[in-house]
């Protein structure tokens, strides 16, 4: 169980969603590039390319910036309390923890704060 968790917070990292986005946007981009059979190694070089350049945008640009903020938030508590805040942040379930509890709302405000940056 503990092997679980340490893999998928580890495939959870900021890096592993900007090389998902990448690649997303390399293949969307690629559809569109397949004019003709004989072109495939340059349009899957160019997507190639685009995809790595997306990644290293969003990884460094957004991604960073956004994970030294939740750091940020969650680095005075322990590994318990910082599981039961992002817990209860995602999920609205409350943290008996008084310091948990504290930490899940400023996370919960935090993510707000972006999602009202990107409506406006």
Known sequence: MRLRESVRQRLSGPWAAALLHGAIFGLVL????????RRWVATLTKTGIVAAGFAAYMWLLVYRRQGRDIDRILNPLSEDQRRMATHGAVRGEVPADPRARSAAVELVRYRLELLDGLRT
Not at 30 to 37: C, K, L, N, P, Y
Request: charged residues 25%.
């Open 30 to 37: 690629s559809m569109w590039d397949v004019h003709d059979g």
